[in-house]
């Protein structure tokens, strides 16, 4: 009898003991797979880390003069505080020693991953999917395609482009805690959380305003409980919203490179074209190879222009095949919205300068992910596993190839204008980042091609004088300044064309060319420097001292102004 009561006691010991071992080595199984995933990505984008700044990197509050007496206060006031809030956390850490922004921005992907993971493990559970194995392995191979897609390699490698990174990190965050709500009505500090995190995706980039739609739409086709569950929420969001949707129509009013004053592209023109590039991402999300970072896209004006009616009847037969398969393929139904949804801000009628980007498929890729998911879940567990591992193994080798052109600017630039060669802008930022390596003959011949390529404007003409300067060919310098003088006089191109003749030594024609920067420009710091520089070389120590005080009186930090002051001193 004793036997037989103490055997409930000892079974039940059993029982408990062997459900809280495999939920122990379950957890630390997690963990180990997103330790892995944290180095592997690192490996990924090793190349990368110690990558220079380009492009929009060299307009970032951090590389402005005079950065280091800037407060905190400086630093986020204006459009995208959160964004320059992390810029500033960046510049404590490292000053402008690229390799910090690089780290912080590999961290904030690897972040985004593990939500895409928990995203996808809800809705693969909406789905049917109700082995938690499988459900495991589905959402571990969405993050980890997410994780180390080689299309990611520019939303992560490009400083400027933290804006992405940062932005879509809230963005997943707050569509996470929404749908991990699994109380009859959504409380309080539920519907505070998601719009907390919506708000801080906002003040990172404006494309995040599509998730109240998001949620609406996750909400109705997933049935988890409409406004009545959400009325909290869905109210706090509207009013949001509205204040969002008013701050964007102020930024898009006041911008030339996006919103209805872009030269060149009218809406219809815009959306004519998107009709081309969706497709050319979503070529390049399944086929990964001709990436550039200023690819050369032709612009549809017209629906029969480089075949956009094609374009335009794909996409209209992929939402009707979504509509027609959405309840055998739920997940990838969704998935055509999501990506369609997401794409919006960036791939419709609102003109955008540069017609396409890889780093615009960095939010929009969750719904090719749950399109894959969806196709690939009938099978099982077995079946899946080696070729997910297989394609993790491929996307890791490709982004760190990819990632070696991140490297360095010249690597960059040579890798876009090998593929766009007949556009401008790719071989003028090549011949730039040669100058900067002090390769003046290389950075001459780069910019004769982009003069060729189209007629060549003042800051062309500017840089082409410098890589000449560079070269020694100082008299070929001064005919380029003083062409850019006819197309845009200014007080730096003076100022530059004075300098030029201050190295050949006719310091009068220096003066002369000064004397017209002060008129152009009386606050140009740099045309009393100049000036300074020309009456040492004359030997006129007193008027020399007397420049770099005038320049010092408009800026009294102004370095090159000091060390003129005190080489006259000395």
């Known amino acids: 009898m004793k036997k037989s009561k103490r055997q409930p006691a000892e079974v039940a010991a059993k029982t408990a003991a062997a459900s809280v071992a495999p939920a122990q080595s379950i957890a630390w199984w997690k963990w180990g797979i997103a330790f892995a995933g944290l180095l592997l990505v690192f ?4 190349p990368a880390l110690d990558g220079g700044f380009v492009f929009d990197d060299r307009y970032l509050p951090f590389q402005a003069p005079g950065v280091e007496d800037q407060p905190l206060s400086g630093w986020i006031t204006g459009l995208r505080p959160l964004l320059m809030f992390s810029f500033w956390i960046d510049y404590q850490i490292g000053k402008t020693n690229p390799n910090s922004y690089h780290v912080f921005n590999v961290l904030l992907h690897f972040f985004s991953s593990v939500l895409i993971a928990l995203i996808v493990a809800r809705l693969v559970e909406l789905a049917g999917v109700a082995k938690g194995k499988m459900r495991a392995l589905l959402a571990i191979a969405a993050g980890g395609v997410f994780l180390l897609h080689p299309l990611q390699s520019e939303s992560v490698g490009y400083i400027a482009s933290r804006s992405e990174v940062l932005s879509v990190l809230f963005y997943f965050a707050a569509y996470a805690v929404f749908l991990y709500c699994r109380t009859e009505r959504m409380t309080i500090g539920r ?16 494309h995040t305003l599509t998730l109240p739609i998001l949620l609406v739409v996750t909400d109705y086709l997933w049935k988890l409980g409409g406004i009545r569950k959400h009325a909290i929420l869905y109210g706090l969001l509207l009013a949001a919203g509205a204040v969002g949707g008013v701050l964007v129509l102020r930024v898009l009013r006041g911008a030339n490179t996006a919103g209805f004053s872009v030269a060149g592209l009218s809406p219809a023109s815009y959306f004519f074209t998107q009709c081309r590039v969706l497709w050319t991402y979503i070529r390049m999300f399944f086929l990964p190879y001709g990436q550039n970072v200023d690819p050369d896209v032709a612009i549809s004006h017209g629906l029969m222009d480089h075949g956009a009616i094609f374009g335009l009847a794909s996409l209209l037969v992929l939402c009707g095949a979504a509509w027609f398969f959405r309840k055998q393929y739920p997940l990838a139904a969704f998935g055509v919205i999501v990506f369609l949804l997401l794409m919006a801000p960036t791939s419709s009628f609102v003109p955008i300068k540069d017609v396409l980007a890889e ?12 399109i894959c998911v969806d196709l690939v879940r009938r099978l099982t567990y077995s079946q899946l596993v080696w070729p997910a591992a297989a394609g993790l193994a491929l996307c890791a080798i490709v982004a760190h190839e990819r990632n070696k052109v991140w490297n360095s600017p010249i690597a960059l630039w040579t890798d876009s204008t090998a593929k766009s060669p007949n556009k401008v802008r790719p ?8 100058y900067e390596e002090q390769r003046y ?23 082409w004088a410098l890589a000449l300067d560079g070269a020694g060919r100082r008299q070929e310098a001064a005919d380029k300044l003083r062409q850019a003088a006819v197309a845009n006089p200014t007080a730096h191109v003076y100022s530059q064309l004075a300098m030029i003749y201050g190295k050949m030594g006719e310091n009068q024609k220096a003066l002369d060319a000064l004397a017209v920067a002060e008129k152009l420009d009386a606050n140009f710091l740099m045309t009393y420097v100049y000036r300074g520089n020309v009456f040492v070389q004359m030997g006129d120590r007193a008027a020399a001292a007397r420049e770099f005080n005038r320049a010092l009186a408009i800026d009294p930090k102004y370095v090159p102004a000091i060390e003129g002051l005190r080489l006259v001193n000395r």
């Open 43 to 46: 490996l990924v984008y090793g």
């Open 191 to 206: 519907a505070l959380a998601v719009c907390a995190l919506f708000g801080c995706a906002f003040l990172t980039k404006e």
């Open 359 to 370: 780093r615009r498929m960095y939010l929009p890729m969750l719904g090719l992910l749950l």
């Open 427 to 434: 071989r003028f930022q090549l011949a730039q980042a040669y």
């Open 441 to 463: 003959t290389e950075a001459v011949s780069n910019v004769e091609i982009a003069a060729r390529l189209a007629p060549p404007d003042d800051a062309l003409l500017i840089d």
